[in-house]
C-alpha cells in the first residue's frame, strides 16, 4: 500500500486550494484532485511501498499526539518535477514545521522513503495540480486568482492511502 503522512489544513484554508481544483477542472486542465473525498493537505513524507504501514502508523502516531495546531503561509505557486510535474502552493518553511518535518522522519527512519520527502530535500508545499498535462496552461488558468499570500492553520496529522485517497488514520493536533 502506497502511504502518505500529511497535514491537513483548516477548513478556510481548505476551502481557497479547493478553489483552485476547481478551476482547473472547469478549464479541463485536471481533474486528477476533484474527487468528493480530496481534502487539500500539506504532505510530509510518502511512502510508495509500505508493506508494514501498521509501523508506520503506530510511529506517526506517536509524533502526532503531542504537536500543537500551528499556523503556516502559503506563499505562491511552485512547481515540482519534470516528465510528471506538479503544481503546488510553495508554505514558507518555518523552523517549527521543519523540526516537525525532522521528528517524523526521525521515527520513521527504518521506513524507506523517496530523497525528496528527507530533510534536507523536502520543500513544503501543498498540491493544487497532480500530472498537470500542462503546466504552463495551469499556470496561465491560475495567474488571475494569483492571491496574496494566506495563512493556513494546521489542525491534523494524518495518515492517507495515496491510491484512493482514503484517510487510514488521523489525529487531531492538540489545541485544534
Request: proline letters at 6%.
Given at each position: 500500500?502506497?502511504?502518505?503522512?500529511?497535514?491537513?489544513?483548516?477548513?478556510?484554508?481548505?476551502?481557497?486550494?479547493?478553489?483552485?481544483?476547481?478551476?482547473?477542472?472547469v478549464?479541463?486542465l485536471?481533474?486528477t484532485?476533484?474527487?468528493?473525498?480530496?481534502e487539500?493537505?500539506?504532505l510530509?513524507?510518502?511512502?510508495?511501498?509500505?508493506?508494514?504501514?501498521?509501523?508506520?502508523?503506530?510511529?506517526?502516531?506517536?509524533?502526532?499526539?503531542?504537536?500543537?495546531?500551528?499556523s503556516?503561509?502559503?506563499?505562491?505557486?511552485?512547481?515540482?518535477?519534470?516528465?510528471?510535474p506538479?503544481?503546488a502552493?510553495?508554505?514558507?518553511?518555518?523552523?517549527?514545521?521543519?523540526?516537525w518535518?525532522?521528528?517524523l522522519?526521525?521515527?520513521?527512519?527504518?521506513?524507506?522513503?523517496?530523497?525528496?520527502?528527507?530533510?534536507g530535500?523536502?520543500?513544503?508545499a501543498?498540491?493544487?495540480s497532480?500530472?498537470?498535462?500542462?503546466?504552463?496552461?495551469?499556470?496561465?488558468?491560475?495567474?488571475?486568482?494569483?492571491?496574496?499570500p494566506?495563512e493556513?492553520?494546521?489542525?491534523?496529522l494524518?495518515?492517507?492511502?495515496?491510491?484512493?485517497?482514503?484517510?487510514?488514520?488521523?489525529?487531531?493536533?492538540?489545541?485544534r
Amino acid at each position: 500500500m502506497a502511504v502518505a503522512v500529511a497535514l491537513r489544513l483548516d477548513d478556510d484554508a481548505a476551502a481557497r486550494v479547493v478553489a483552485l481544483w476547481e478551476r482547473l477542472y472547469v478549464m479541463g486542465l485536471d481533474a486528477t484532485l476533484v474527487q468528493p473525498d480530496a481534502e487539500p493537505r500539506l504532505l510530509l513524507a510518502m511512502f510508495q511501498e509500505a508493506d508494514d504501514a501498521g509501523r508506520i502508523l503506530s510511529a506517526t502516531g506517536l509524533v502526532g499526539r503531542s504537536w500543537p495546531a500551528m499556523s503556516v503561509t502559503a506563499t505562491g505557486m511552485t512547481i515540482f518535477g519534470d516528465r510528471s510535474p506538479t503544481l503546488a502552493l510553495a508554505v514558507a518553511p518555518t523552523n517549527a514545521l521543519l523540526a516537525w518535518h525532522e521528528q517524523l522522519h526521525t521515527v520513521l527512519a527504518n521506513h524507506p522513503c523517496d530523497v525528496l520527502w528527507r530533510p534536507g530535500g523536502w520543500t513544503p508545499a501543498i498540491t493544487v495540480s497532480e500530472w498537470a498535462l500542462s503546466v504552463a496552461d495551469a499556470v496561465r488558468c491560475l495567474l488571475p486568482l494569483m492571491m496574496e499570500p494566506f495563512e493556513a492553520k494546521l489542525v491534523a496529522l494524518e495518515v492517507v492511502d495515496r491510491l484512493c485517497g482514503a484517510v487510514v488514520a488521523s489525529w487531531d493536533l492538540v489545541g485544534r
